[in-house]
């Protein structure tokens, strides 16, 4: 597995009955995690003293409930500088496991030697884009929510970044490669954190299940020469790492290189325990 281990400023506190405790700064959260199937006592004091709590309905979806939380505050990782906000559906605007491939690929990114362009699809709050750019890769940010790449700008700002080589495209991820395979462009490598489901800006639908391998061809018409890597994550359940891995190596074999894939996950400082946080599959030159 790999692990996000390290954060200074966020940490999962303990997890239980489907719940983790996380600190994200100074604030303790309480989310739901449908990977937390076990029963264990609450003994963290933490479940007593949470900021906030998102509670899910049995119907599907659920509500926050407020205790001591500001609308917005900001974390840290390393030199990026991420704004943080809950919003619909549990999330905070960031997912703190993906700092491993993060570092994974900012390595390769500084020991390239040479100019650097990355394509980065459902880039979301632009966690991913942030660590390339400051890496020294220019990036193409893609984004079928505006909300969402103007809230990644932020993060470029508060990071810093304001004026790195970055692109801030707001279309579906589909029809933005599909026009760039025409345009000639080509990139050195490649990120995608596609949805389970999801909807384009004009009410294009998503089903990774039948959509996910298509787009890996696509982009693997959009490569270099010399491709640095490729990075697909997933936390759809029941697509496992092999998974990714092998559509991966179909598409890239040509190109030569190694393909890998795993886990992702972050420790639980109460248990010493790790907490699987979905699936990523690696392609390096």
């Known amino acids: 597995m790999w692990i996000a281990n390290n954060w200074k400023d966020y940490e999962v506190l303990d997890c239980t009955c489907g719940e983790k405790l996380e600190r994200w700064g100074s604030y303790l959260l309480i989310r739901p995690d449908p990977q937390v199937i076990w029963d264990t006592k609450k003994e963290h004091l933490g479940w007593k003293k949470r900021n906030a709590h998102y509670h899910r309905s049995a119907k599907g979806g659920g509500e926050w409930e407020f205790f001591d939380l500001p609308n917005q505050w900001q974390i840290p990782y390393k030199n990026l500088r991420f704004h943080l906000k809950p919003f619909s559906f549990k999330h905070t605007g960031l997912f703190p496991e993906q700092a491993v491939n993060w570092d994974w690929f900012s390595e390769k990114i500084k020991k390239a030697g040479r100019p650097i362009k990355v394509l980065n699809l459902f880039a979301y ?3 991913a884009t942030l660590a390339a750019a400051a890496a020294g890769a220019s990036v193409t940010h893609v984004d079928a929510s505006k909300g969402m790449v103007t809230w990644a700008k932020e993060n470029a700002a508060a990071s810093g970044l304001s004026d790195a080589p970055i692109r801030w495209i707001v279309d579906d991820c589909v029809k ?3 026009r760039e395979i025409r345009r000639g462009n080509r990139y050195d490598a490649v990120i995608m954190d596609p949805p389970s489901y999801g909807r384009g800006p ?3 639908i998503w ?5 996910v391998y298509p787009l890996i061809r696509l982009c693997g018409q959009l490569l270099s020469d010399k491709p640095l890597f490729f990075l697909i ?4 359940t029941g697509l496992q790492p092999a ?3 092998y559509m991966l190596h179909t598409v890239l074999k040509e190109y030569g290189g190694t393909v890998s894939a795993d886990e992702i996950g972050l420790p639980v400082s109460a248990s ?3 907490l699987p946080c979905g699936a990523s599959g690696r392609y390096e030159l």
């Open 125 to 127: 709050t632009g966690g």
């Open 176 to 178: 933005f490669t599909e």
């Open 202 to 204: 004009k009410g294009e």
């Open 207 to 211: 089903k990774i299940e039948e959509a």
């Open 233 to 236: 994550n997933s936390y759809t």
């Open 243 to 245: 998974v990714l891995g």
């Open 272 to 274: 010493g325990l790790i």
